[in-house]
């Protein structure tokens, strides 16, 4: 089963409104493009808690971010950064650097601070393009599968003669 039908289902089964679901789902998504590296599943459930939303919908989308994707979409964040900023997008030249230099991290730190800001940019657009698109995919879906349910007949509770 793929990855995007299991979340699906996962969310479907959560029992809250379509909107509250999509929210923490989307929240989730913008959290997995966070450009501040392993907070990831605090933020996610922080934000869950003191909010009241679904943290399993909220933590599906954060993990969005996982060890498969984590250079792909940082690298994508970044090079849209860069982009948007009119810096150049050649890489860092890294094949000067010895592991054993003593200017090491120096060396390290002037190669990449130049990337940093559009590492930063880059990141938190990708994050709210992709927070308010999963949130749109995922009501519709929600909205979509509640209108083709039809509708749970309604007990109503006797009073007690």
């Known amino acids: ?22 929210l923490a789902f989307g929240i989730g998504v913008f959290i997995a493009f966070f450009p ?4 990831h599943t605090l933020l996610a459930l922080g934000i869950a808690f003191a909010f009241r939303l679904s943290r399993a919908a909220m933590l599906l989308g954060a993990y969005l971010n996982n060890p498969w994707t984590i250079v792909p979409l940082y690298t994508a964040g970044t090079v849209v950064g860069s982009w948007l900023l009119g810096l ?4 860092p030249p890294l094949s000067g650097l010895r592991l054993r230099h003593d200017g090491l991290w120096h060396a390290l730190l002037e190669t990449v601070y130049p990337y940093l800001w559009p ?34 007949a309604v007990v109503k509770p006797r009073r007690p003669a």
């Not at 501040?36 to 907070?39: A, D, L």
């Open 1 to 22: 089963m793929s990855w995007l039908r299991q979340t699906l289902l996962v969310l479907l089964h959560v029992h809250d409104s379509p909107h509250r679901i999509a």
């Open 36 to 39: 501040v590296f392993g907070i």
């Open 88 to 91: 150049p997008l050649e890489g």
């Open 119 to 152: 590492y930063f940019v880059g990141n938190l657009l990708l994050g709210a393009v992709g927070g308010v698109g999963a949130y749109l995919a995922v009501r519709f879906a929600l909205e979509r599968r509640q209108r083709s349910r039809p509708p749970r």
